[in-house]
């Protein structure tokens, strides 16, 4: 078997997206958020389903999860790779418009009827200090550190601080992240996993057998845009590196052809040498060189 990366927008999508296998997604946000008994997610319905999208309006196309529970609660569920810096605060841009788009436009009431809006960001890169490969953040009472005001919550993955083997995991959770950061390097479907359905579903997703000509086209090719964006940024890192150290060159031989005019025109005051012969000869000004002592 050939399974695709899960960290490719397209393959996160059709893995963790798809209408048809919306069980996948269901374990997934159990885990991640910790709900058992009755705050156990049943069923979601997905906002923007997975399908193939165009090359050419790929630009154009958001590509992250967005699903829905019995209760109306809205779930965005983010595959992020690149560390732009602003990831935060994008984060906490979808998830207001989340909320805010329960209403219709222009509509002034029906506040009490918004409904909770998770976010879920995996990231690839580290977002916080620590070693904690996921943390939770909520909005807190500063004095009591109670959740009084609840409608938004924030839990980040960060896929670089999971180090966990297959002999490791112990829970769903760490099968989800190691599902996530390995699934592409393995041929088969590992023992610690047989036995749980949604992740039975999850490798025939992800295995390229089971794409058709035009996903893998679209995969392939949001893999290599992700690598010429990597390789665009390592090029433009290494041109400024370069032009530091042409600059620091230059800055060092000017520097030195400076100092070596003062040590002759210094040599040549020791010698009672005419000021302006000394002038001429090194290029110094008479002021300069009455300051050479």
């Not at 790929?58 to 609660?73: C, I, P, Q, S, Y």
Request: aromatic share 12%.
């Amino acid at each position: 078997m050939k399974f695709v990366n899960p960290q490719n927008d397209f393959a996160f999508k059709k893995i963790f997206g798809n209408e048809q296998k919306t069980s996948i997604l269901v374990s997934l946000l159990n885990s991640v958020l910790d709900f058992k008994g009755q705050n156990k997610i049943k069923s979601v319905s997905i906002a923007n389903p997975y399908q193939v999208p165009k090359i050419d309006a790929l630009k154009e196309t958001v590509l992250d999860v967005k699903a829905v529970n019995r209760r109306g609660e809205s779930f965005i569920v983010e595959m992020q790779r690149k560390d732009n810096h602003d990831f935060a605060k994008r984060s906490l841009y979808y998830t207001s418009k989340a909320y805010v788009s329960q209403l219709e436009p222009g509509v002034q009431h029906g506040y009490a009827n918004l409904k909770k809006v998770y976010f879920i960001g995996f990231l690839n890169f580290n977002m916080f200090a620590g070693d904690n490969y996921i943390s939770r953040h909520l909005i807190l009472n500063k004095d009591t550190l109670k959740q009084e005001i609840n409608d938004f919550e924030f839990t980040f993955i960060e896929l670089t601080k999971f180090k966990k083997k297959l002999s490791d995991l112990t829970t769903v959770l760490d099968k989800w992240i190691y599902f996530i950061n390995n699934v592409q390097n393995l041929t088969m479907i590992p023992q610690e996993f047989s036995n749980l359905d949604e992740f039975k579903l999850a490798f025939d997703t992800a295995n390229q057998c089971c794409w058709d000509a035009k996903e893998l086209e679209i995969y392939e090719y949001m893999a290599f845009k992700e690598y010429e964006d990597r390789m665009y940024v390592q090029r433009e890192i290494a041109k400024g590196v370069q032009k530091g150290i042409e600059q620091g060159i230059e800055q060092g031989i000017e520097q030195g052809i400076e100092q070596a005019k003062i040590e002759t025109a210094k040599n040549l005051k020791a010698l009672n040498i005419d000021v302006n012969v000394i002038a001429k000869s090194t290029g110094l000004s008479i002021r300069q060189i009455d300051n050479i002592h």
